[in-house]
């Protein structure tokens, strides 16, 4: 029974690593496209500072790119999802997420 613990346990600690560090992955990519929606639909809107705005609620470090053409708006927000620390330093990971929007400034002089 405790050859089997001693076996078992660290493929358990590691399953578990990577699990929380799965879930960390997938709330910085919630987080990035959240920030796109709310700048890209600021930005059609004329609202000043779409970045500021796509920032705060982003993750930390990320970076936000609007291109206003024609009749839309684009943005992007790219981010790097940090490994867990000292467990796992290499399982670093680049999360992105794309928006776009009617600019309304544009529909409306049409």
Known sequence: M????????????VLMVLLVWGV????????????AGLAARAAARGEHDP??????????GAAVDVVESGDTVRVLVEAQC?????????????????????????????
């Open 24 to 35: 960390l992955v997938a709330a910085a990519q919630l987080r990035c496209i959240d920030a």
């Open 2 to 13: 405790t050859a089997e613990t001693a076996v078992a346990l660290p493929a358990v600690v």
């Open 51 to 60: 970045v500021g705005r796509a920032l705060a609620v982003a993750p930390a």
């Open 82 to 110: 940090p490994g867990l620390g000292g467990l796992a330093s290499g399982m670093s990971m680049k999360v992105s997420a794309v928006a776009v929007a009617a600019n309304e400034a544009a529909l409306g002089r049409e």
